[in-house]
């Protein structure tokens, strides 16, 4: 063993020493977790006082609560007998129980959103600056099935607001627009009855809407106005269910980076569903935000304060209402309530592109939605720290992003030519050792001597000052390069719908021809720049494998395996973003480039010269080594 392997697992053994100190917990972190576990069991003793107080009529309404999206049917009051029915199964909201639906549009710069009297919530939303990939508007969800409700016992009576009709506060329009500096304010309030057809306009719940002109993000606040004597006094929490069925935006669903529900602790890390099968997950501590989020795009509740705890879900309808349909998200959140005049919960929603940049900018942790690695750090800090400034930087200059992609991978491949440089030489070695490995080869035929063989080749790399071991570390020093590249570009907005050449999606696959058929794991199109990165990296593969001299006789099945792997990347890749094919493709003509720069920079008569000169140099034993000798002469053993 030389001295660069050794330097080598001193290497690796140091980072997965760092690696392991920085995984390991510290006090902060290991009391941060045992307040958690304190939460969750403060949180069920509640629960379980709570049930105990609980009578039986109350249960009855429980099981109204579980059910809130059931079709509300309208009544029309014909006298006070209606009325009094009414008032018994809806207590003081009986009047808000009948009434017409209307719709009102608020919009900033960014985004419109409308809101329906009947619950007085967001029913549509559309974002402004953004299409579909067939250049519709780009509307987040599907506003025929959409729901938004705040349910709590009034009475003991079983309530959800969305059942409800409310009233603006400002009736002077039903179209307000904010832009630039400026700042709506827009009130939908669900108030208490004071008499037959009387409302109490000093007592209601407020949904209060605050859009900064050029914003995704806005205020939305629940305010309980004088409800003291309307909210059962037992009530320590409310409960808030949203539910949407997302419209399918792009023109492909991509398998690692699809839609779901992700969210937030309280404090602590984000976390998500599954996003290839239906999931459900309860939580019970608490939640900072909950976001449905597609693949660009989110919608996302977050809590000034924070949610109490939540139930989380994701399906996928056998039989969707809509063409459109993409997916289907569920949460019902505790909101903490205080038994007291004037309860104010405040909460943001966020309805926008999941650019990395803008969402960072909030501190919320919302970046996290956007997977460029978070599982494995290396990735994440490539992408964070590297990739995204200077991809960003390089858009900002207004050019074609094909561009961009172009002068990224040079700057990549030029960071990385002393890796690359550092390979050659492994591999120029090898090429001029291969007539002696050829020797050694002819002098042990037989199969039962391969470890003589093995033990006399290695032997000769030691005499050489040759190791072939040392081209395979600067080789894994790039996989995380390309690993971070292969989840940076899918997860890309800024591809988003960006024609270069023939392709006129660079976030979605490359099509030059339709086939008639569809071929298993391959598709019913043929993208270009899959096939020309799978026929670079044949060639590349060859051209290796002709460059790598003595090792490309040792692993025939691994040959095998390379010439493999280039036809499954095309299945792989054919539905995947064009522009991370064609990022591959430029590195693997960069690459070319390099090796037959290395191949005239390089004289491999003087290389041999100099190997050869290294076999006659008497080699230095390290001090290891010499300590070893000394113990076995110690026992009687000669070195």
């Given at each position: 063993?030389?001295?660069?392997?050794?330097?080598?697992?001193?290497?690796?053994g140091a980072i997965m020493v760092a690696y392991t100190l920085w995984m390991t917990p510290s006090q902060e972190e290991l009391a941060k977790q045992q307040r958690i576990q304190d939460s969750i069991r403060?949180?069920?003793?509640?629960?379980?006082?709570?049930?105990?107080?609980?009578?039986?009529?109350?249960?009855?309404?429980?099981?109204?609560?579980?059910?809130?999206?059931?079709?509300?049917?309208?009544?029309?009051?014909?006298?006070?007998?209606?009325?009094?029915?009414?008032?018994?199964?809806?207590?003081?909201?009986?009047?808000?129980?009948?009434?017409?639906?209307?719709?009102?549009?608020?919009?900033?710069?960014?985004?419109?959103?409308?809101?329906?009297?009947?619950?007085?919530?967001?029913?549509?939303?559309?974002?402004?600056?953004?299409?579909?990939?067939?250049?519709?508007?780009?509307?987040?969800?599907?506003?025929?099935?959409?729901?938004?409700?705040?349910?709590?016992?009034?009475?003991?009576?079983?309530?959800?607001?969305?059942?409800?009709?409310?009233?603006?506060?400002?009736?002077?329009?039903?179209?307000?627009?904010?832009?630039?500096?400026?700042?709506?304010?827009?009130?939908?309030?669900?108030?208490?009855?004071?008499?037959?057809?009387?409302?109490?306009?000093?007592?209601?719940?407020?949904?209060?809407?605050?859009?900064?002109?050029?914003?995704?993000?806005?205020?939305?606040?629940?305010?309980?106005?004088?409800?003291?004597?309307?909210?059962?006094?037992?009530?320590?929490?409310?409960?808030?269910?949203?539910?949407?069925?997302?419209?399918?935006?792009?023109?492909?669903?991509?398998?690692?980076?699809?839609?779901?529900?992700?969210?937030?602790?309280?404090?602590?890390?984000?976390?998500?569903?599954?996003?290839?099968?239906?999931?459900?997950?309860?939580?019970k501590t608490r939640l900072k935000w909950v976001s449905f989020k597609q693949r660009f795009f989110s919608s996302t509740l977050i809590a000034k304060n924070y949610f109490g705890s939540g139930t989380l879900?994701?399906?996928?309808?056998?039989?969707?209402?809509?063409?459109?349909?993409?997916?289907?998200?569920?949460?019902?959140?505790?909101?903490?309530?205080?038994?007291?005049?004037?309860?104010?919960?405040?909460?943001?929603?966020?309805?926008?592109?999941?650019?990395?940049?803008?969402?960072?900018?909030?501190?919320?942790?919302?970046?996290?939605?956007?997977?460029?690695?978070?599982?494995?750090?290396?990735?994440?800090?490539?992408?964070?720290?590297?990739?995204?400034?200077?991809?960003?930087?390089?858009?900002?200059?207004?050019?074609?992003?094909?561009?961009?992609?172009?002068?990224?991978?040079?700057?990549?491949?030029?960071?990385?030519?002393?890796?690359?440089?550092?390979?050659?030489?492994?591999?120029?070695?090898?090429?001029?050792?291969?007539?002696?490995?050829?020797?050694?080869?002819?002098?042990?035929?037989?199969?039962?001597?391969?470890?003589?063989?093995?033990?006399?080749?290695?032997?000769?790399?030691?005499?050489?000052?040759?190791?072939?071991?040392?081209?395979?570390?600067?080789?894994?020093?790039?996989?995380?390069?390309?690993?971070?590249?292969?989840?940076?570009?899918?997860?890309?907005?800024?591809?988003?719908?960006?024609?270069?050449?023939?392709?006129?999606?660079?976030?979605?696959?490359?099509?030059?021809?339709?086939?008639p058929f569809e071929i298993p794991f391959y598709g019913d199109h043929v993208s270009l720049f899959t096939l020309l990165m799978a026929v670079s990296t044949i060639m590349y593969t060859y051209l290796n494998?002709?460059?790598?001299?003595?090792?490309?006789?040792?692993?025939?099945?691994?040959?095998?395996?390379?010439?493999?792997?280039?036809?499954?990347?095309?299945?792989?890749?054919?539905?995947?973003?064009?522009?991370?094919?064609?990022?591959?493709?430029?590195?693997?003509?960069?690459?070319?480039?390099?090796?037959?720069?290395?191949?005239?920079?390089?004289?491999?008569?003087?290389?041999?010269?100099?190997?050869?000169?290294?076999?006659?140099?008497?080699?230095?034993?390290?001090?290891?080594?010499?300590?070893?000798?000394?113990?076995?002469?110690?026992?009687?053993?000669?070195?």
């Open positions: 063993m030389n001295r660069n392997s050794i330097i080598g697992f001193i290497i690796i403060m949180e069920q003793r509640i629960q379980r006082i709570q049930d105990s107080i609980r009578n039986s009529q109350a249960e009855t309404a429980v099981k109204e609560l579980e059910q809130p999206n059931e079709p509300y049917e309208e009544t029309v009051l014909e006298g006070s007998q209606d009325y009094q029915q009414l008032q018994s199964k809806y207590a003081v909201f009986a009047n808000a129980a009948i009434g017409n639906e209307s719709f009102y549009i608020i919009e900033n710069d960014v985004i419109e959103l409308e809101i329906s009297n009947k619950g007085g919530y967001i029913k549509n939303v559309r974002l402004k600056q953004y299409e579909t990939y067939d250049s519709l508007p780009l509307i987040l969800f599907n506003s025929e099935t959409t729901r938004f409700g705040l349910s709590f016992f009034a009475d003991r009576k079983a309530i959800n607001t969305q059942n409800f009709f409310f009233q603006p506060a400002d009736t002077s329009s039903k179209h307000l627009v904010v832009s630039g500096d400026n700042v709506l304010i827009f009130s939908m309030r669900l108030y208490t009855d004071a008499g037959e057809g009387i409302t109490d306009p000093s007592r209601y719940i407020e949904f209060l809407y605050t859009l900064k002109g050029d914003d995704y993000m806005f205020d939305f606040d629940i305010n309980m106005v004088n409800m003291e004597s309307v909210i059962s006094a037992t009530s320590s929490y409310m409960n808030l269910n949203w539910y949407a069925d997302l419209r399918q935006q792009e023109k492909t669903i991509d398998r690692f980076n699809g839609s779901t529900v992700y969210y937030k602790h309280f404090e602590d890390d984000v976390d998500y569903l599954s996003e290839t099968d239906d999931d459900m997950e309860q939580i879900e994701t399906i996928e309808k056998e039989n969707p209402e809509s063409a459109r349909y993409l997916k289907s998200m569920d949460v019902n959140l505790e909101i903490p309530y205080n038994y007291n005049s004037g309860t104010h919960v405040p909460m943001s929603f966020y309805f926008g592109p999941n650019k990395f940049t803008r969402l960072k900018k909030y501190d919320l942790g919302l970046e996290r939605q956007i997977p460029i690695g978070w599982s494995f750090f290396l990735l994440a800090w490539i992408n964070q720290y590297i990739v995204i400034p200077v991809f960003n930087w390089l858009g900002a200059y207004g050019w074609n992003y094909g561009i961009v992609i172009l002068v990224l991978t040079i700057l990549l491949k030029i960071a990385l030519f002393p890796i690359a440089y550092k390979t050659y030489m492994s591999s120029a070695k090898m090429r001029v050792l291969k007539p002696e490995v050829d020797e050694i080869s002819k002098k042990y035929p037989k199969k039962e001597d391969a470890m003589k063989k093995q033990q006399a080749v290695m032997a000769m790399y030691k005499s050489a000052g040759a190791n072939p071991a040392s081209g395979c570390v600067p080789m894994l020093l790039q996989m995380p390069i390309l690993f971070a590249m292969f989840r940076f570009f899918p997860a890309s907005i800024e591809l988003r719908q960006q024609p270069f050449l023939w392709a006129d999606d660079l976030s979605s696959y490359d099509s030059i021809a339709s086939l494998n002709q460059m790598m001299g003595a090792q490309s006789n040792q692993l025939p099945g691994m040959k095998t395996m390379m010439y493999i792997m280039p036809i499954m990347f095309l299945g792989i890749f054919n539905d995947y973003a064009s522009g991370l094919s064609y990022y591959y493709f430029l590195a693997n003509i960069i690459t070319f480039g390099q090796m037959f720069v290395f191949r005239y920079a390089i004289d491999e008569d003087k290389l041999r010269a100099k190997i050869q000169a290294n076999k006659k140099k008497p080699k230095k034993k390290s001090g290891f080594q010499k300590r070893l000798e000394e113990a076995a002469k110690k026992r009687g053993y000669k070195a």
